[in-house]
């Protein structure tokens, strides 16, 4: 069965998106989501692009607003298997440009996306719920099939890693039930009927 956006949306009706609950007047304000790539170069913090994040970072943007960037700590070399001519550092921008949903159901995301949460549990946490047929009508996204920040190495073998770990709707190799991950670059808008909760399991309401 290819992907198709119409098979993708009926298995995976909803996408869910974790973010930090200092960061949610951004986002109100501008009716979207920046990549850590692009807040960074707004607030002149270039240099951390260049490097993993150990651990939660604040950055200040432009307006005196502080928003705060994921860590990147599951993040591990070691357990990559490169493709060819692609890098750590290559990896590193690739990622630091994207902006990341799980993609789910009324229930709540995927396994993957429920660890990810799970991860954060206890912390500062605002989670985004969203239509994916909404979002995707609004979006230019790219698919994957990894949990891309956290490969693992599995009986000896790596994460595959590389130009072809995230592809567009139109040359997405996998099937709607192999994608983890829905990915937009640099900014992606959000419709009106976004919600928002302290966990997966609720207490929802507008985001606007």
């Known amino acids: 069965m290819p992907f198709s956006r119409e098979k993708f949306v009926s298995l ?11 960061n949610v007047t951004s986002i109100r304000k501008q009716r979207g989501l920046m990549s850590a790539s692009a807040l960074a170069e707004l607030s002149g913090a270039h240099a951390m692009l260049r490097r993993k994040r150990s ?14 960037l994921r860590d990147q700590a599951p993040l591990h070399s070691g357990n990559i298997a490169f493709e060819p001519g ?8 690739d990622l630091n440009r994207r902006i990341f949903f799980w993609p789910g159901n009324s229930r709540g995301p995927i ?3 429920r660890r990810h949460f799970n ?6 946490i605002a989670l985004l719920r969203i239509q994916t ?3 995707l009508d609004l979006n230019k996204a790219e698919f994957c099939a990894y949990n891309s920040g956290s490969p693992r190495s599995s009986n000896g073998r790596k994460s595959p890693r590389g130009s072809s770990t995230f592809s567009p709707e139109y040359a997405t190799p996998h ?3 192999r994608v983890v991950e829905v990915t937009v ?14 966990t997966p399991d609720g207490q929802w309401e507008r985001l606007f």
């Open 175 to 177: 099937t709607p039930g």
């Open 55 to 68: 651990k939660l970072e604040p950055v200040r943007l432009p307006d005196g607003t502080q928003v705060i």
């Open 185 to 198: 670059k640099d900014a992606a808008k959000l419709p009106e009927s976004t919600e928002i909760a302290p």
């Open 12 to 22: 995976r009706p909803v996408l869910f998106h974790l973010t930090a609950k200092e």
């Open 133 to 135: 047929k909404e979002f």
């Open 119 to 124: 991860r954060y549990a206890g912390t500062s």
């Open 86 to 93: 692609f890098s750590f550092p290559d990896l590193l921008d």
């Open 111 to 113: 396994e993957h996306g």
